[in-house]
């Protein structure tokens, strides 16, 4: 008796955290795939390839929308990509990273993986410029079901919205961030208010839930059917967040929110919805707002803005996650990086990522200028995330589980063929905006695979022409040059080479000083880094030392700390008598026979090289510490 007491009281509080980590969940994982019942349904009836309107092709699409919900984001998602973590952390990078782990030793697969993790993190940035325009235009159009007089105000408002948006993002989400949770706690309860509302109508509807009728649909309507898994997807976009912010708030917690508060709230809200249309055909216009009653069209407008914005909030800080992880993988260049909380180091800010997404999104809506037009847009690049999940995670379960390749391919074939058939729906829309998220998708990846071969090439070049610094170090004790107080810091990524700014240090200064630290950065293919396996130390003979930093690719790259934590294995270190030597290198690019790269593509990695961020930032090394040496690199 007494140990089942202790152990309840020990429970209580493990109970209580996850289901204050389940309500924040709300407002963070489920923003996008909550605001779907404004467009989803409206897409399949009303959108740019509708569905001919009658009781059973209602009843169907409901069904597929319903059974969708389930298999791809309960079973799929909830249940098993949440199993790929990489040390607690999910997301396309942390996917990436475990697939390639698992295929070490076999270059081709690495290739491969590595090319198919690419295209998705260039097709999640398509999808995070769709996602505030879509999100925000489909709650602003609600003005137009209120009164007609007020449609040619829905795209300025909507477009004034998004800047506020976008222009608070440098004051982080820290302030508004404990809003987030109660606001979708209220939006999702709306949800299910208004699907119990018109259920009372047509109770029927609920037997959509059975799978039959949505089989039935695509058997009776093949090529109506197609069309309309175009709309149908549209009502899981925002199922990658689920796995993206795992790393933010659990799998338990994650879980709890769906299974106990969202997916019933969803699914009472397109009853309802369905259940509008078959009272009244011309609903289909906008089914989410004709099943309100009228005293509740306002305040419902104002709520359903505020979660859009929420679920745009998600992306855009998605979309800074993403670069930076990216960037400590070496996939893109230094970006600035602004941390927005003292608190919480993934409260970070990118203002050239955050003014692209603005202007993209701007040009969405003037473009689209409706939620129907830009829908073909939205579909494509959420199903073409889901597929390279997919394929990545059969990576995964194959050899990091151990369920082999028949187990993972029989299960998430399954995925990939609902997936596929979501891909071949929405290839036909490419001409009414679907082109798109593949425009984004290409010139993403060609920037990102330039950038990473670009700096292997670079890399293998001067590791090439480095000297050894084993044998630099003994030629000086032949003729040792004057030496001078304090210590020099020299970046590389070759520790075994001298870097080029020691070199040029020596040959223009004459001199060395009393300590001279070779220092590499490796970053790893996990999220952290625990503290005691960050600082590596050697003396090398000498005043040299050698000294390598790991980071995760979530973690913050600080040199000065790291150097300061190495006073713990000896390296002796005085910030005020440290000098950081950075090489500047110049890259000539030449047209050659035989290259490792092509002329066009070495021109666009010597135009992103000029105009990368300055290391001197991204390692937090204090500017007037810093010494820049420059030199010219041929790029072969």
Known sequence: MNTAETQSGSDSPHKSNTAVLAMAALGVVYGDLGTSPLYALKEAFAGT??????????????????????????????????RADNRGEGGIMALIALALADAKGNPKQERWIMMIGILGAAM????????????VLSAVEGLEVATPVLKPWVIPIALLVLFLLFFVQKRGTARVGALFGPVMLLWFATLAALGVYNLVAHPGVVKALNPLYGLGFIAHNPGIALVAMGAVVLSVTGAEALYADMGHFGRKPIQLAWFGFVLPALMLNYFGQGAVI??????????FYRSAPGWALYPLIALSTLATVIASQSVISGAFSITRQAMQLGFVPRVEVQHTSEKEQGQIYLPAVNWGLMLAVMVLVLGFRSSSNMAAAYGLAVTGDMVITSLLAAVVAAKGWGWGWGRAGALFGCFLAVELLF???????IPYGGWFPLVVGVVVFTLMTTWKR????????????????????????????????????FLTSNPDGVP???LHNLMHNKVLHERIVVLTVQVHDVPYVPEVDRVEVHPVGGQFWQVLVRYGFKDEPDIPAALAQGRQAGLPFEMMETSFFLGRETLIARAQAESGMAYWRKKLFVAMFRNAGSATAFFKIPSNRVVELGTQVELR
């Open 49 to 82: 390839h509708p569905v001919p309107y009658s009781a059973d092709n209602v009843i169907g699409i409901l069904s597929l929308i319903l059974w969708a919900l389930i298999v791809v984001v309960a079973v799929k998602y909830v249940t098993f990509i949440m």
């Open 124 to 135: 999640f940035f398509g999808d995070g410029m769709v996602t505030p325009a879509i999100s």
């Open 278 to 287: 078959l009272d009244d055909p011309q609903a289909v216009q906008n089914p």
């Open 423 to 429: 891909l071949v729906a929405n290839i036909e829309k």
């Open 454 to 489: 670009g700096r292997d090439l670079l890399l293998a070049r001067l590791r090439a022409d480095a000297l050894g610094l084993r044998a630099f170090i003994d030629s000086l004790e032949l003729a040792p040059p004057p030496t001078i107080p304090g210590t020099a810091v």
């Open 500 to 502: 080029l700014a020691l």
